[in-house]
């Protein structure tokens, strides 16, 4: 009797428990709703969804705590938990990953940094602006913290000599917050503070697509008178006049970029893809540094690199045959070589499906032939190396770009103009290259072919950290030749004044 009245009096409890878990579920779900779907809302999606889900873990801060430090809210409405983790990342003494960048780095601070890079403003006709990027109103640099913003480069054979474009992009995202990416280099505002002064012209878009002379009327090309603009800028800069312009960088890849005002300048460290054009007394390896072209076709990933026994061609070589200078031996070799049955020799171009072409045939062949065309590199042997297929190169006064720290006989055959046009050679040499050995080399070029990458942001060991370190290692050499030169002459000054 007492068990059956307690049960009755429960009834109502139970009714009213039901309705208000009820009502809650329901009113929980409509804010739900309502904060998804509002644009406008006072509290940023990543947020309201570290809420819900209850995670505070750092993986989860890591990825987001940049887009949430952008929008604005009220963080009084925020669990006193959350907003501590939020202050903790704000303030943390090195940013965590930003939008951009590897998933471990860091933006990187000055005295992090190997090199400190000053970077001239120059007005974006001499960069971004041959990119057809207007900036709003006195806007010199893009944005670089989204890819969205960032100018694209032109493709096809422009693209092989676009350097001072990706060294550019990668100053800028020094001093941007949510990009993350190697230390090699920092920008900094006061040249006092630099290693080295950048100078940000982009010289070889500028020779593809400013040296031709428009109408009857221009007698001088833009991109000339921007050569002659940057030299009469620089002549004037006070950085220039300290050092004669010996800590300067500037990017001259393409052989004929800065031809009119090489001269001029020859006394900065440049950027080239070789010595080819240039006497030996403009640029050298003592000073200037030798940086990859980029390649042209996709580079194959590791996974999915064929061996030796599914690569069934033995030598690869494709493009222009019948070239000026040095380069007359691709005409000797095709005649020697366009009979072998394992032997593919033969013209191309960018054109139509060719760069897929030669990507197809470089991933499928053993070796791939690096002649010497107009000057003694080209951009062939950086897609074998991205192909994993073993260059043969035959370029005599070739320069190779990092060779102070690369060791290119381990994954690279060298052979001798006078030793290649001899009847039967090459192909002998090639055939008696088994398995073991070349297996080999096809390994350490899987190993190697990163330093060969350019990319936004750059990753640690890419091109653009290689040629950052590069330049390091110029500048120290260059002070020492400069501290040693000094070592008498205060004495001798001191001297002179007494008499």
Same mark, same amino acid.
């Given at each position: ?101 590897? +998933? ?127 030299? +009469? ?169 990092? +060779? ?48 060969? +990458? ?46």
């Amino acid at each position: 009797m007492i068990s059956s009245m307690s049960e009755k009096n429960m009834q109502p409890s139970k009714l009213l428990f039901y309705l208000i878990f009820t009502s809650m579920f329901f009113l929980i779900l409509s804010s739900i709703i309502l904060l998804q779907s509002s644009s406008n809302s006072f509290m940023p999606r990543s947020v309201f969804r570290l809420i819900v889900v209850n995670t505070t873990s750092s993986e989860y801060f890591r990825r987001n705590v940049h887009s949430y430090s952008k929008d604005t809210f009220d963080r009084s409405s925020l669990p006193s938990s959350i907003d501590t983790r939020i202050t903790e990342f704000e303030s943390a003494s090195s940013h965590s990953i930003g939008v951009l960048g590897q +998933e471990n780095a860091k933006v990187c601070k000055c005295n992090q940094s190997l090199l400190k890079v000053y970077m001239y403003d120059l007005p974006p006709e001499f960069h971004f602006g041959l990119l057809g990027w207007k900036g709003e109103g006195n806007q010199i640099w893009p944005d670089v913290s989204t890819l969205d913003q960032i100018p694209r480069y032109p493709g096809g054979l422009n693209l092989q000599h676009s350097i001072e474009y990706w060294l550019a992009l990668d100053l800028l995202a020094s001093t941007t917050p949510n990009v993350a990416r190697p230390c090699s280099a920092v920008r900094v505002l006061n040249s006092s503070l630099a290693d080295v002064i950048f100078v940000p012209f982009f010289s070889s878009l500028s020779y593809n697509r400013q040296s031709k002379l428009h109408g009857k009327k221009e007698k001088v090309s833009v991109n000339r008178q921007l050569q002659d603009k940057l030299v +009469e800028f620089l002549m004037n800069q006070p950085e220039w006049k300290k050092e004669g312009g010996k800590n300067h960088l500037i990017v001259a890849h393409h052989p004929n970029s800065m031809l009119g005002v090489r001269r001029k300048l020859g006394s900065a460290m440049f950027v080239l893809a070789d010595f080819g054009r240039y006497p030996a007394e403009v640029a050298n390896l003592d000073k200037d540094i030798i940086a990859p072209y980029k390649h042209i076709v996709r580079m194959i990933g590791v996974n999915n690199s064929a061996p030796f026994e599914k690569r069934p061609t033995l030598a690869y070589f494709q493009g222009a045959i019948y070239r000026k200078d040095v380069g007359v031996i691709r005409q000797e070799l095709y005649y020697l070589l366009k009979d072998e049955k394992d032997v593919h020799f033969a013209f191309g171009t960018v054109r139509g499906n060719g760069v897929h072409k030669a990507s197809e045939g470089m991933a499928s062949s053993k070796f791939c032939l690096n002649i010497a065309g107009d000057t003694p590199s080209s951009n062939r042997l950086f897609d074998a190396i991205v192909s994993h297929c073993v260059p043969v190169i035959i370029s005599d006064e070739i320069e190779l770009p990092f +060779e102070d720290v690369l060791d290119y006989s381990g994954f690279c055959i060298f052979v001798q103009t006078s030793d290649a046009v001899k009847t039967g050679y090459l192909v002998n040499l090639l055939r008696g290259i088994k398995r073991k050995k070349w297996t080999k080399m096809w390994n350490r070029l899987k190993e190697v072919a990163p330093h060969f +990458e350019y990319q936004y942001p750059s990753v640690s060991g890419d091109a653009i950290e290689m040629i950052w370190e590069a330049a390091s290692r110029k500048m120290h050499s260059a002070w020492l030749r400069l501290h040693k030169t000094n070592r008498y002459k205060r004495y001798q000054l001191m001297g002179m004044v007494k008499k």
